[in-house]
């Protein structure tokens, strides 16, 4: 996100603060996409519309349940201490309602509304946080192959050249369990919660450190081979 749409702000707290960077400014666009208006990013914009139509021609009951929480919001991701962006940031994140009611946090369940949805927002390449380390059942958020798929699109303009597939400090996600799972494997004996934070990140120094790689802390293609990824 960082190297296809800058930071979208040299600060950041725990509340929400406006886009300052003006490249990324020009892709936030507030349209009807539904069931409701949101501001965000213009292709996740964009994909909202699509899923919401699909939800809409198979189950009328649960379009008519859906609500928002926002979608465009510049902080850190919330209850944790690594400090990562939030991909509400760059508003290609969504929090979602079902009849007015939000899921709570990290209690493991979530609202049934909000699992039938799922598969229509995974059908359009987005990820549900419910799969995170502290279950987030009410957030939605475009995928890194969708990401991908919007720059080769040409959405961000042509002349950012986007970054090979790689996990590194700030990520988060089943891919960073993966990773941490296969860390211990090694021998690491770190926490699994799918949070790319420091602990992870001296890890992967270590084990770089361990097999003669450069140690960088950045999982790129040699790293990944090395722990079987
Ligand atoms: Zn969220």
Redesign the pocket.
């Known amino acids: 996100m960082l190297a296809l749409l800058g930071n979208p702000r040299s600060s950041y707290d725990v509340d929400c603060q406006p886009v300052t960077n003006p490249a990324l400014k020009k892709l936030i666009v507030l349209e009807d996409v539904g069931p409701f208006r949101v501001t965000g990013l213009k292709p996740a914009v964009d994909d909202l519309r699509k899923i919401f139509s699909s939800v809409k021609a198979s189950n009328s009951e649960l379009y008519s349940a859906l609500g928002t ?2 979608m465009l ?1 510049c902080r850190l991701v919330r209850g944790t201490k690594t400090g990562a962006i ?3 940031s760059w508003g290609t ?3 979602m309602k079902i009849n007015d009611e939000l899921d709570r946090r990290g209690d493991d369940k979530v609202l049934q509304g909000l699992v039938d949805l799922a598969p229509f927002f995974n059908q359009q390449g987005w990820f549900w ?1 419910a799969g995170f380390g502290t279950e ?1 059942g ?4 475009a995928g890194d192959e969708r990401i991908r798929a919007f720059h080769k699109a040409g959405f961000f303009g042509t002349a950012v050249v986007a970054p090979e597939a790689a996990l590194s400090i700030g990520d988060r996600g089943p891919e960073v369990r993966h990773l941490q799972e296969r860390l211990n494997a090694f021998g690491a004996e770190m926490k699994v919660d799918g949070i790319y934070g420091p602990a992870t990140h001296a890890a992967v120094i270590a084990f770089q450190a361990q097999k003669g790689l450069i140690p960088d802390g950045v999982i790129g293609p040699r790293t990944a081979a090395a722990l079987g990824l």
Do not use: K, L, P, R
């Not at 009410?138 to 958020?141: C, L, N, P, S, V």
């Open positions: 929480a926002g919001c939030s991909n509400h994140a969504i929090d946080g987030d009410m957030h939605f958020e």
